[in-house]
């Protein structure tokens, strides 16, 4: 059994708050009922806050005294549902006060919304702390960008203690969400990138008609048109069939250290389920801050005052 980071605990919250991992599973699974889309935000949330130094809020922080947020950020464009962290932490702070971290409603908010999305129930330990700083600054070296090749991509998450396999797994939240043109257009204009499937390429077009889409506009393609909000293997018979959304999707499918992998989670879905329930633990303790350090915020945007 994969353990994990040894500094956080099963059940953290089981004396200081009990229901506190069962007030968050409601509260999901009620936002999930208003807004669906709320699932794909916790699950997005839960890599950009982790990739960036730590898994330690720092990703909610706004923008104040000149301090930048690192929502704020190039990488962070099209991410939303952000005010919603607020009504889950609003539950857990009419039960228990300055108890639980924001960091760790980024980590089960996430677990929650996976099993939403028809993905695997993750065990995730608890008792991160929330930073008291915002590391706009390292965004941009720290999140893989769309155009990445394999290579670069493969040697950020091994630097997390993400294997290959786990890699492979992970860039399988591909599965569900949206990408805006801003980030397609690249493989459609001036000319279609050879390695996109024509028919593909054709609808990608239709969605993203110009080369130049205004960021502000609503224009995006779903990342997986069969079954667009469910976390399955789609992902990877799509990008076997040359229907992969980003540069980095149809990579995987022809890099020779990635494509048995990928070959292989298309064609079982439970094992694609197991590999990726493995990647969220080590990607949900990348180098959390526990014990002393950090604070537990009492309002997820901004740090304590005292």
């Given amino acids: ?4 980071n040894s500094e956080l605990q099963s ?36 890599f950009h806050d982790c990739v960036v130094k730590s898994c330690d809020a720092s990703l909610l922080l706004e923008t104040v005294n000149g301090i930048k947020s690192e929502k704020d950020t190039t990488r962070s464009f099209g991410m939303r549902n952000f005010k919603y962290v607020a009504t889950i932490k609003r539950a857990l702070e009419s ?7 924001c960091a760790d409603i ?31 600054s390292d ?4 999140i893989p960008n769309h155009n990445d090749s394999i290579s670069a991509v493969l040697s950020r998450f091994g630097s997390m203690g993400l294997d290959t396999e786990s890699t492979v797994a992970l860039l399988g939240a591909h ?19 050879p390695t996109l499937d024509p028919e593909y390429a054709g609808y990608l077009k239709a969605r993203c008609p110009t080369p130049d889409p205004d960021p502000k506009s609503v224009l995006y393609s779903r990342n997986d048109r069969e079954t667009p909000m469910i976390l399955d293997n789609m992902y990877y018979k799509n990008v076997l069939e040359h229907k992969g959304l980003l540069s980095v999707d149809q990579q ?37 801050l526990t014990g002393p350090e950090g604070e537990v915020r009492k309002d997820c945007r901004y740090v304590n005052s005292n």
């Fill in 1 to 4: 059994m994969f353990t994990g």
């Fill in 11 to 46: 059940s953290f919250y089981g004396e200081s708050c009990p229901r506190a991992e069962e007030i968050i599973k409601e509260e999901v699974i009620k936002l999930y009922n208003e807004h669906g889309n709320t699932a794909v935000s916790w699950l997005r949330n839960l």
């Fill in 95 to 101: 039960h228990c006060p300055s108890t639980v971290s």
């Fill in 106 to 136: 980024v980590a089960l908010s996430a677990r929650d919304g996976i099993v939403m999305l028809g993905g695997p129930r993750v065990e995730l330990k608890t008792g991160r702390r929330d930073s008291k700083q915002s590391y706009a």
């Fill in 139 to 142: 965004v941009e070296s720290s």
């Fill in 175 to 193: 599965s569900v969400g949206r990408v805006h043109c801003v980030n397609l257009v690249g493989r459609l204009y001036p000319t279609v990138d």
């Fill in 252 to 288: 995987l499918a022809s890099d020779p250290r990635t494509a048995p992998f990928v070959e292989r989670m298309a064609g079982d879905n439970g094992y694609f389920h197991q590999q990726f329930a493995r990647a969220v633990v080590v990607l949900s303790e990348n180098n959390p």
